[in-house]
């Protein structure tokens, strides 16, 4: 079966747009994950989804920053009024539960922003 | 707080050479640990998932190791490939499901 894909590859946007980014889970992984990717940096653990909800968003860097996900399918994360420093690569990751389970990722999107 | 490590941050090796990447974590109470490889501009692949209760996993020329109350973990790496080029980063869930990466190993196998 397919992996995880992100929508788009590559993004590039001017200061100040809002963005839309995309993840399609592996079907029936009822746990989503977003983590972003600074350039030289690890990855910084952004939101988790259990189906629909999101009982950690401990990791949202700023209010400019959202996520949603329909049902246990696919999951948006948007960022309003874009900065420099939201550069980065964002990552998508599910699991086909929450307990402890292996976490596959997506390519990733690179969001650039101008 | 959880913090993962992995040394060395860069190595260059020439083609055929085994190989150590390692990983500690200060919290030993983890759940599992998983080893990835990231290509350049690309995603994650996993390598390797040990859980807690295990103490080594083997993939192919890859062998992964876990000793949970000294915090660490290897990675072993077989007869090393220029295909092998890649970053390799380590992550540990410990307390909640969210993985803890370290900052991860580039690595250069010269042909």
């Known amino acids: 079966g397919a992996g995880v894909s992100q929508s788009p590859s590559n993004k590039v946007t001017e200061k100040g747009k809002d963005v839309e980014l995309r993840c399609d889970p592996i079907?029936?992984?009822?746990?989503l994950y977003w983590y972003r990717q600074r350039l030289g940096q690890g990855l910084e653990f952004l939101i988790y989804?259990?189906?629909?909800?999101?009982?950690?968003k401990s990791g949202l860097p700023s209010d400019r920053f959202s996520a949603e996900r329909t049902g246990e399918s696919v999951s948006t994360l948007t960022i309003q009024r874009t900065q420099q420093e939201d550069s980065a690569v964002y990552l998508c990751?599910?699991?086909?539960?929450?307990?402890?389970?292996?976490?596959?990722f997506g390519p990733g999107t690179r969001l650039t922003v101008l | 707080k959880q913090e993962v490590t992995q040394i060395p941050a860069a190595l260059s090796v020439p083609e055929g050479e085994n190989l150590v990447l390692n990983c500690s974590f200060t919290?030993?109470?983890?759940?599992?640990l998983q080893w990835f490889r990231q290509d350049h501009g690309k995603g994650l692949t996993s390598l390797l998932l040990?859980?807690?209760?295990?103490r080594e996993q083997t993939s192919g020329r890859l062998n992964a190791s876990l000793d949970k109350s000294s915090g660490r973990s290897t990675l072993y790496i077989a007869a090393s490939q220029p295909g092998d080029s890649a970053t390799y980063l380590c992550?540990?869930?410990?307390?909640?499901?969210?993985?803890?990466f370290g900052t991860g190993t580039r690595l250069k196998v010269l042909a």
């Open positions: 040990i859980q807690s209760s295990q």
């Open positions: 992550a540990v869930i410990s307390g909640t499901y969210k993985y803890i």
């Open positions: 990751a599910s699991s086909l539960r929450q307990e402890y389970n292996e976490q596959f």
């Open positions: 989804f259990q189906g629909n909800s999101a009982p950690d």
């Open positions: 919290d030993s109470a983890i759940y599992n």
């Open positions: 079907s029936g992984h009822t746990a």
